[in-house]
């Protein structure tokens, strides 16, 4: 039918999930002809996220990649590893290494009245500048502290598609990520806002008709939401 038809000829898919007590986005971007999907943060939805690949004939995730290591960001890192399809590996800035380990502390800082198991490591901890390629997908990994020591931002680039830049916390739709954390005991010292100035400022050479998909909240062109922080950065 003609329905299939054109479903056959979209290659790429890209749907996102909300999660957890703190509102996280989950963002799935799919590659209908590898028949694989790569993963943005595990703050839970896993369920959801099975259904959808299964829907759309995804058989395999190929990468899970965390923009950084707030338990909110992470919560569900061992129902993804149990239940996602595939052979993948999971990404995370090296300098967010400690407070990932440190899980069940944040839980407790945050006063969330429960702990989850120990999350086995990440597979690979990134340093930033990295480039990995999956068919017709490349990601770069921005290495923009700020919000966290090892927040990455990952520019995504897809054959004959408009840039993706996955910003986690770094810079929402209309404003920039956290940096006071003097309640949250386990990320004191952690975040510094000039620094999340920096990193926000060094967006700006990236192409600005681009979509941001951010941590929290509505997605929207990069040149918008920077005019929407503009006046953080003087």
């Keep these: 039918s003609l329905l299939t038809l054109r479903f056959t000829m979209q290659q790429f898919l890209l749907t996102g999930f909300v999660a957890n007590l703190f509102s996280t986005n989950t963002?799935?971007?799919a590659d209908t002809v590898r028949k694989s999907a790569i993963v943005f943060d595990?703050?839970?939805a896993v369920d959801r996220i099975?259904?959808?690949?299964?829907?759309?004939g995804i058989e395999r995730v190929e990468a899970v990649f965390l923009t950084h290591g707030h338990v909110d960001h992470i919560i569900a890192m061992n129902e993804y590893r149990k239940q996602l399809p595939g052979e993948w590996k999971a990404y995370l800035g090296e300098p967010d290494l400690h407070i990932w380990q440190c899980?069940?502390?944040?839980i407790?800082?945050?006063?969330v009245p429960f702990s989850i198991e120990t999350i086995a490591d990440p597979d690979v901890l990134l340093k930033g500048g990295e480039v990995f390629t999956f068919g017709d997908t490349t990601i770069e990994c921005i290495l923009s502290p700020g919000h966290s020591l090892g927040s990455i931002v990952y520019v995504v680039k897809r054959k004959g598609q408009q840039d993706l830049i996955v910003t986690g916390d770094v810079l929402f739709s209309n404003s920039m990520g956290r940096t006071d954390w003097t309640d949250i005991a386990i990320l004191n010292g952690t975040s510094s806002y000039l620094s999340l100035v920096q990193s926000?400022?060094?967006?700006?050479k990236q192409n600005q008709e681009a979509s941001i998909l951010p941590g929290h909240g509505d997605c929207t062109t990069l040149k918008k939401a920077l005019n929407n922080v503009k006046y953080y950065m003087e």
């Design 42 to 44: 595990a703050p839970g």
């Design 108 to 111: 407790h800082d945050f006063g």
């Design 27 to 29: 963002f799935i971007l």
């Design 103 to 106: 899980v069940n502390q944040q």
């Design 200 to 204: 926000v400022k060094a967006l700006e």
């Design 50 to 56: 099975v259904d959808y690949l299964k829907q759309n």
